[in-house]
């Protein structure tokens, strides 16, 4: 699982820079959103990966540390979550307004726009 | 309870004023209200850590290793009250130079939003909560940076955006990566965890990706080219805002971090934020020279400025590392000083251009001083405080025997003077080539720019006084044992 997790979360990665480095406007937001997605997966997999246990403890009693998962890295990327859902929703917000302001979601345009 | 009011007051702010959204003056009013209570807050805080040592407090109660730790010492404390104080004195230079439009779009309520990120990554002692306020931070200033949608905004943020959350990016895989291989977020856990033992490769790479995510953030070399693309296409409160804190973060953090968890490997590391300083330090002021536009020539010099700080890191000695917390403090009043003079000129004459410019001393000397002090303050001229934050950081890099660095620090410090001249003949001196009538200048502004003059004066001529206390705030950063134990004592049962 851990073999399976680790190839996905390159895949992430790799579509994510691969998407970055393309000259649409409109694929470099589609490639922060996969980066926050491969970042979120990376995250739960530093926890360690445990099958079958839940992350909380049973209102009755104690229970041995062995027989839960870490609740901490599910906690993190709630939190990763919602900022980059936030952030998503900035980002096309934003090249929406490019568009409309300059016509194209070419990122050549960007070139020699700094104000002089 | 008091740790928790500097991040507590600007977020109570955000609700009162979403409850007056539609009107502009109670906005203000309260806005203004509410810098002068952080203000108060901040200068308390700093009182009584000066007095009674450092304070630590637990969010929720939960105890040390487990729950969110905020502390302050006298460098949190220093950076808290000098934010406070710009703070305070920007809100009415934005009062009173800032559009209607883009005031009652929110523009205060984002301030307040990036306030509380700001305060937050100064206090907080959790690597993932310090990750939290970063995007508090930058999520407020992605929309400051975008307010007004101009099309040299738009293709300015595109950039700011991109790069900042590529810094958020490889942060939170640091710290997924720091927390798999120690199960702790807390700073001086995690400290007292890895000291003095071979980090290995992973924690080695996560170490990595912090230094390039604060790297981003503080726009240092070679991450630097989203800064000059985007600050200036910003109107010049905004801009004086984002000098005055977003970069400024990010060598906070570089300090705090250098210090806490660079254990055994502090010569690769030396090298490895020698050469980066030197780099730093050099390309910004050369891309300044080159400039002919005010805000172009002010942004590339917050880089090199940037560099000398973080010499100082590299330094890390009390007299270098006080000095670059003392530079801190002066650059963050120096370089807001000079961006809103600076932000007037283009009021009264409408461009930042140099080539357009001229005359400015002869029909308003007061502004050509206003301008002057803080410039002569970024270049290292006596009695301002340039010269001394230079002072300290020259002396501790000769004591500490880095020669070379401390050379290169000196001769950009003649460069960065030939282009503060620069600007002081073109805008304030020459005839312009063709004479512009000017329009009249907010009075409100000129008079908060007046004031962080004075401030700025002040601040340099009571050095003799404070420094002493940015030497402590040095001992107290370097000294690792101490936070380790200040933050981790209350958990002892």
Known sequence: ?116 | MILFLPVFLPLLTIVLLLLVRKKLHAQQWISVLASLAQLVVAVQLLVSVYTSGPMVAQAGSWQAPFGITFYADLFSAIMLVTVALLGFILVFYAIGLLDNERKRNSFFVLLQGLFAGVNGSFLTGDLFNLYVWFEVMVIASFVLITLGGTKDQLKGSVKYVVMNLLGSTFFVIAIGLIYGQTGTLNMADLAQKIANQDPGAVTGSAFMLFFVAFGIKAAVFPFYFWLPASYPSAPSPVFAFFAATLTKVGVYVIIRFYALFIGSEIEFWQQIVFVIAAFTMVSGVLMAASSFDIRKILSFHIISQIGYMVMGVGIFTITGLGGAIYFLVHNMLSKTAAIMSGGLVNQMKGSYNLKNLGYIYKEKPLLAFLFLIPALSLAGIPPTPGFYGKLFLIYGGFEAGNIVITIIAILVSVLTLFSMVKIWNEAFWKKPAEETDSKPVSNMAYSATAALVVVLLLFGFATFLLADVFFEASAQVMDKEFYINNVLKITAP
Not at chain 1, 16 to 45: C, D, H, M, P, Q
Not at chain 1, 85 to 99: D, E, M, N, Q
């Open chain 1, 1 to 116: 699982m851990l073999l399976v997790l680790a190839i996905v979360i390159g895949l992430l990665f790799s579509i994510a820079v691969y998407l970055l480095l393309r000259r649409s406007i409109v694929k470099l937001v589609l490639g922060i959103i996969f980066l926050s997605y491969g970042t979120n997966l990376l995250l739960f997999v530093t926890g360690g990966l445990q099958s079958g246990k839940p992350a909380f403890v049973p209102a009755d009693g104690i229970v041995q540390i062995s027989e839960v998962s870490d609740p901490l890295p599910q906690a993190l990327i709630l939190t990763a979550l919602v900022i980059g859902f936030g952030v998503a929703a900035f980002a096309l917000v934003l090249i929406y307004r490019f568009y409309k302001e300059t016509g194209t979601v070419d990122m050549d345009e960007l070139a020699g726009g700094d104000p002089s």
